[in-house]
């Protein structure tokens, strides 16, 4: 009988070994698909991140665009009224709308430096 009591406490630990050895196991596996899960969040925003980024450098693009016609279209029709002004004799530096306009100017030449 002492044989046998040995022999079967001998088989419960061994039991108890290898369960405890799979828990470990499965604890890494667990470990491991937390880690696949925050990988896959951290592409999916890197790829938002990506989309958005191109739509920016067209907006950003358009903006450019549109900024220099805009500032081009604007200093000829200010040459004009300067002109003009001087023509009839009138100060443009008195005027606030002559005024209005180089600062409107300024500031889109300013985003301009800005988005460069």
Known sequence: MNTENRVFNKLAQ????????QKVELSNLSILNNITIEANKLSIRGDDFKKNKRALEE????LNINSKQIISGSQKQIDIFKA?????????TK????KNA?????????VLKETS
Not at 59 to 62: F, G
Not at 102 to 110: A, F, P, R, T, V
């Open 102 to 110: 180089l600062k409107s100017i300024q500031k889109i030449k300013d």
């Open 84 to 92: 003009k002004s001087k023509e009839l004799g009138i100060d443009v």
């Open 14 to 21: 061994a039991e108890k070994v290898e369960l405890s050895a």
């Open 95 to 98: 005027i606030s709308e002559y």
């Open 59 to 62: 907006e950003k693009n358009i």
